[in-house]
């Protein structure tokens, strides 16, 4: 979830809980997309450190961007569970914000 904060500030948050305790759980990485003039969206910033917890079911995160007043953002949140049987990784997209 994208959730604009003011004065072009935003925050992104991810909420994954799982059905049992996991070795490790949480996102591998968060990736900002900001709109260009062109109308593409260009990769500006990524967030790697600090967002998997271990021997746990639930993992919660939040992380705050300062972007561009007015300008149009998205974030990836590539959301990871890995236990005795195997690992996952899930692209999430938030909706489209102004900042």
């Not at 900002?32 to 271990?54: A, C, F, M, P």
Request: a negative charge; aromatic letters at 12%.
């Amino acid at each position: 979830m994208a959730t604009p904060l003011g004065d072009g500030e935003f925050a992104v948050e991810f909420d994954i809980n799982a059905t049992h305790i996991m070795d490790r759980l949480g996102a591998t990485e968060i990736v900002i997309w900001e709109r260009q003039s062109n109308g593409s969206y260009e990769d500006v910033k990524t967030y790697t450190s600090g967002l998997i917890d271990t021997n746990t079911s639930a993992a919660y995160r939040r992380v705050d961007y300062q972007g561009t007043p007015g300008v149009r953002y998205y974030a990836t949140v590539a959301l990871y569970a890995k236990d005795s049987s195997g690992s996952e990784t899930l692209y999430s997209n938030t909706s489209v914000i102004t900042a």
